[in-house]
């Protein structure tokens, strides 16, 4: 599904991997594995627009012409902790990637985004960013990560979540409509503690085996 930059995946696979996540019984082990997973699925249609160039090339009968992505010119960045989870499903399809990294916690009563860590490459302007962050829930997080993002020069910013809810599409897309966002599943609703509903609990936790 896709309207108003907004792609929600509808693929079966997608679909299948994001409901053995949000089942409390997975472990941590394969939770961190569906991430892996579905982040992959998921890169195939954030780079559909790659420009590509031609290139020469021998094959074991004749020479060819055939097609290479355009420059080294992605920035994988997660939103930690729990964004670090994306980064190798998406890496490994696009292994000329840089990744940058942005810190952010919730604050646990105003929910909030901290900042406490920020290393991005130099060359950030002249790179399509990928940020990624499991869950899409106020969408603070997501909002302070792109004003970092823009503060240091990117240009290209598209946002990948795995789970997302009407509240932090809508509050992303009020200050940053031009940047696409890509969700696996769109969910319900935010509940009063600011997680996503149904979701999945806390992402970062759900990763790294934490409370
Ligand atoms: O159900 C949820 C909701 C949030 N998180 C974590 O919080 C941030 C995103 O929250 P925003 O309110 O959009 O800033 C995200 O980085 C998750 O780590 C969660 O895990 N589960
Ligand atoms: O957004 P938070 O506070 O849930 O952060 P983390 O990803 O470290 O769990
Ligand atoms: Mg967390």
């Not at 079966?12 to 991997?17: M, Y």
């Not at 569906?34 to 954030?46: A, F, K, N, R, T």
């Not at 020479?63 to 930690?80: E, Q, R």
């Amino acid at each position: 599904m896709e309207q108003n930059n907004l792609t929600v995946f509808t693929h079966p696979l997608v679909k299948a991997k994001i409901t053995q996540m949000r089942d409390k019984n997975t472990t941590t082990k394969e939770f961190g594995e569906l991430v892996d997973e579905i982040s992959g699925l998921m890169c195939y249609e954030i780079t559909r627009d790659l420009e590509l160039e031609e290139i020469e090339i021998e094959t074991p009968i004749t020479k060819t012409v055939g097609y290479k992505v355009k420059g080294n010119d992605i920035a994988i960045v997660p939103i930690l902790r729990a964004g670090l989870g994306m980064v190798k499903g998406i890496h490994q399809l696009v292994p000329t990637a840089k990744i940058g990294h942005i810190g952010l916690y919730r604050d646990h009563d105003t929910l909030q985004p901290v900042e406490y860590l920020c290393k991005l490459p130099t060359d950030l302007p002249s790179r399509d960013v990928i940020l990624v962050d499991p869950m899409l829930a106020t969408g603070g997080s997501a909002i302070k990560a792109i004003e970092i993002l823009k503060e240091k020069g990117a240009t290209s910013i598209r946002l990948a979540c795995l789970v997302g809810c009407p509240e932090g599409v809508t509050a992303v897309q009020a200050v940053y409509p031009e940047v696409p966002i890509y969700l696996a599943a769109l969910d319900e609703k935010l509940n009063e503690n600011g997680y996503i509903v149904p979701g999945l609990g806390d992402a970062g936790d759900r990763l790294y085996g934490t409370k």
